[in-house]
């Protein structure tokens, strides 16, 4: 079993603290390491980008177990997630080749030049998604990493409507999601906007407490 990494101090009433959704990401990521270590990427090292990094435990996870010799991108538009993503990383990894970005979703990201997208979004139905503090002070800054709107997809549908532009040929995304998001209809609706170009599948699922949470993974097969 890959040892999961030690996150510095952090202000968990600020920040993400890993949990279920967390470690199940971590654990799928330990059981398809073989099979993304030995992967022909679009580019000869490989750009793993984690949208909302939180804690930056599963990018750090990543970069120490999995594949250490990518360039990885965590970014989150909470400025005490990009602290402590920054701090993981460094206490855990053996190199510098990560950065954090402060910005809102996939936003500065070039067209096609990711390789693996991971995405553990604000998932839980809520009356609307939090609009974003002015004051770093604020105490409302955690709340954007748990509402998603009133399906729960307010966030998540931005991302998989940006996949086709941001995601290489043949690059992949990791995106996690509770069942009262009703994946299988999001991935059909999705299938259906760009049919054959696609292929989806879901990779891991797991009960957590009332929560059925699973992972699925779209690859992008063609322009």
Request: with cysteine; glycine share 4%.
């Amino acid at each position: 079993m890959l040892e999961t990494p030690i996150i510095p101090s952090a202000d968990y009433s600020k920040v993400y603290e890993p949990a279920e959704d967390s470690y199940l990401l971590l654990d799928l990521f330990e059981q398809i390491r073989c099979e993304l270590s030995s992967k022909r990427y679009a580019h000869s090292v490989p750009l793993v980008v984690e949208i909302g990094t939180g804690s930056g435990v599963v990018t750090a996870f990543l970069n120490k177990n999995i594949l250490p010799k990518a360039l990885y991108l965590a970014t989150d538009v909470n400025p005490h997630s990009c602290v402590i993503a920054a701090r993981t990383n460094s206490h855990n990894a053996t190199s510098y080749n990560m950065d954090v970005i402060r910005c809102d979703l996939t936003s500065p990201l070039l067209t096609e030049k990711v390789d693996i997208l991971i995405f553990n979004p604000p998932y839980v139905p809520a009356e609307k998604v939090p609009e974003i503090p002015k004051d770093d002070k604020d105490p409302r800054w955690l709340d954007l990493a748990l509402d998603g709107g009133p399906t729960g997809m307010d966030i998540t549908q931005r991302v998989l409507d940006s996949l086709h532009t941001i995601l290489a040929l043949k690059g992949e995304a990791y995106i996690l999601f509770c069942a009262r998001n009703q994946p299988d209809k999001v991935v059909e609706d999705f299938k259906k906007k760009s049919p054959g170009k696609w292929d989806v599948t879901m990779e891991i699922r797991r009960k957590a407490g009332w929560e059925m949470l699973s992972v699925y993974k779209f690859v992008r097969l063609c322009e």
